[in-house]
């Protein structure tokens, strides 16, 4: 019998280490690889260049409904489309970083990239990958609640913004996580159930490891509910 499909959710707040680590541990483990933010970061560039205020609700949802995406296969990872092109660094700029929370905070716009990003699991097995790793904000408990392995990763302020500054960013991260935790749908939070992993003093391959191992053991038991 062939090995199983399996599905990995990261989540946790920004720069908290998930991207990279996922991406490391889709090359291990032959999954393909899946970043949510980028969903909601292409979506909000777009809402700019059409001249809408991002906390136009009503605007943005409607404007959504013309906008055709679809999605591209490049290596291990799969990217979201707009109008067949994948976005590059302009969904990184100070503009962007400014306005996306407050998009991903519309309901209309989370429903909609919630059907688009629950299809990457076909994608994923259509495609011959041995399984998926989507990482977000509420991969583990809305997109993906019956995930094989939930991980929730979280480091120091301090060390957050300093992996942001390495990065050349201009990105307020403890603005953005507040409006993350405190909208109303799909929240930031630990789910109930998921594997935390503080990446404050642990380097990149580290934490690759570390969940690496638990996937390969299969023990996708919790530890202690995060607190924050
Ligand atoms: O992961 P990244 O920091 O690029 O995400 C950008 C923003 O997209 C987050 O601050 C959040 O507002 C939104 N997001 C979300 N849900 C996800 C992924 C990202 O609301 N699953």
Known sequence: MGKSFIL????????????????????RLKLLYVNTGSHY????????QAGIQ?????????????????????GREARITLES??????IRSEAVNNAVSIV????????????????????????GFEGLIMEGRDIGSIIFPDANFRFFM???????????????QVDSIQKRDQLDKQRKTAPLTCPDGAI??????????????KMQDIVQSGNNMANEPHKS
């Open 8 to 27: 990995v959710a990261v989540d946790g707040g920004a720069a908290s280490g998930k991207s990279s680590t996922s991406k490391i541990l889709s090359e």
């Open 41 to 48: 970061r292409s979506l909000t560039w777009a809402v700019l």
């Open 54 to 74: 991002p906390d136009d609700d009503a605007s943005v949802s409607s404007y959504l409904e013309t906008i055709p995406i679809g999605t591209i296969v490049e």
């Open 85 to 90: 092109k994948v976005l590059g660094d302009e």
């Open 104 to 127: 991903a905070a519309i309901p209309e716009v989370r429903q909609f990239l919630l059907k688009h990003q629950r299809g990457y699991a076909d994608l994923a097995k259509e495609s």
């Open 154 to 168: 979280f480091a120091d302020e301090a060390e957050r913004a300093r992996r942001r500054e390495l990065e050349g």
């Open 196 to 209: 935390k992993i503080d990446t404050t003093h642990l380097t990149l391959e580290k934490v690759a490891q």
